[in-house]
């Protein structure tokens, strides 16, 4: 199983993609705990994605593309995992397909948690994580709509893309896509 996780912030996309990696015993992947944990440990990477987690802004294609592939060519990935919050541009998406060719994998399904924006608000407020501060939250929800959203022509003209409700609770959001996943395997 391969799927990418889509939503913004606070949209339970951690959540989700911890359940199902338990579910199928396959590596969760969340590039913002990566980046915020390099942040910590002010590693190369570090340094060069700080100013953006802290001004809410994206990392830069490249940066992030090169970090997947080197990523994805580790051996624990080989059969399968839950990408969280990677893809988040319509360029990223395209270069993950390409690598994916290049491996001979194939995505299964792009999740998309679809959640109200001022939920997405009170719940990432709710947390106390680097970037979950007021006006940093507005701008990743600005680039949610202006970066991320785009990008789901892509994966719905590829027949990939799965809408699950995610303004339910934890245990029903997961019943849905428990159910949508089963019904498509
Ligand atoms: P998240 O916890 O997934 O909301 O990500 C936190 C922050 O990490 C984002 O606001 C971005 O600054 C950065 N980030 C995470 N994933 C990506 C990505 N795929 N492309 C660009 N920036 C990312």
């Known amino acids: 199983m391969r799927i990418v996780m889509l939503g913004g ?11 199902l990696s338990q579910q199928f015993q396959i590596p969760w992947l969340s590039t913002g705990d990566i980046l915020r944990h390099e942040i910590v440990r002010q590693s190369q ?5 700080q100013p953006y987690l802290e001004q809410g ?5 490249e940066l992030m593309i090169a970090f997947i592939r080197q990523r994805l060519l580790q051996p624990d990935t080989a059969q399968g995992w839950i990408l969280d919050g990677y893809p988040r541009t ?6 993950l397909d390409f690598l994916l060719d290049e491996l001979e994998q194939r995505l299964s399904w792009a999740v998309l948690l679809e ?5 997405l ?3 990432s407020l709710a947390r106390s994580r680097l970037d979950d501060e007021p006006t940093l939250i507005e701008r990743r929800i600005q680039a949610l709509f202006e970066q991320t959203l ?11 893309l799965l809408r699950i409700n995610g303004s339910l609770t934890p245990d029903q959001v997961e019943q849905q896509l428990l159910t949508r996943l089963n019904a498509s395997l």
């Open 9 to 19: 912030p606070g949209a339970g996309k951690g959540t989700q993609a911890q359940r």
């Open 45 to 49: 990477l570090g340094q060069q994605v």
């Open 57 to 61: 802004q994206l990392v830069p294609d």
């Open 90 to 95: 319509a360029f990223q998406a395209e270069e």
């Open 115 to 119: 959640v109200e924006e001022s939920i």
């Open 121 to 123: 608000m009170q719940r």
């Open 150 to 160: 785009p990008m789901l022509d892509y994966y719905e003209q590829r027949g990939r």
